[in-house]
């Protein structure tokens, strides 16, 4: 089992750890993150928001395939960083990056075109809850990648149960079919892969 301090940082990064912890975390996602992407099919005119963008690997791609870049995180320290890092996008009107979790978007109904998360949904207080923001807040005939590490792998990490809470594949797409979704499927890129990306659409 991590300690509870390095499950708390994956949780919500902060400070000098945060970073560091950042940094991990985006060459450990980065395959699953980058597959989660290519599935989205990104055009020049969508409008896409990721939820916990973490150390913002995925915000280049999505700069340079969608119209307009979104990103929420519920770390402060985070959204701060996004902002300087991506000083230029954000001024040119391209990204925007806010403090926000997913059990509140702050934005109105049928905003994006393409969403995606990726290894978040193990802190979400509710699947039921999440999945109904996001269906709220994405625009109809529009997509979802949730991309994750099925319970059975997560449990044999052992994390606190206090922070993490491991999801079955079903439980995933039963949450996303009762908030409305549709054409909800699971992918991977081969059988041997242990992550899921589950896609829907609205």
Request: charged share 20%.
């Amino acid at each position: 089992m991590p300690p509870h301090f390095i499950a708390r940082q994956l949780s919500r990064p902060t400070g000098l750890l945060g970073k560091l912890v950042v940094a991990v975390m985006n060459r450990y996602n980065a395959k699953v993150n980058a597959y989660a992407l290519e599935m989205l099919h990104l055009t020049s005119s969508d409008r896409v928001l990721e939820i916990g963008f973490g150390g913002g690997l995925n915000i280049p791609y999505l700069l340079d395939h969608a119209g307009f870049v979104m990103g929420v995180d519920r770390s402060p320290d985070v959204v701060r960083n996004a902002k300087t890092k991506f000083a230029a996008a954000a001024e040119s009107g391209k990204a925007s990056f806010r403090e926000a979790s997913i059990e509140a978007l702050p934005f109105e109904s049928e905003t994006f075109d393409k969403i995606c998360t990726v290894n978040t949904i193990y802190f979400w207080n509710s699947l039921d809850h999440g999945f109904e923001e996001i269906f709220r807040v994405l625009s109809p005939g529009g997509t979802v990648a949730v991309g994750f590490l099925p319970k059975h792998w997560m449990d044999k990490g052992d994390f606190p149960s206090d922070i993490f809470s491991p999801r079955t594949p079903e439980e995933v797409i039963v949450a996303l079919e009762r908030a409305g979704f549709t054409q909800v499927h699971i992918t991977r890129p081969h059988e041997t892969t242990r992550w899921n990306v589950v896609l829907a659409s609205r």
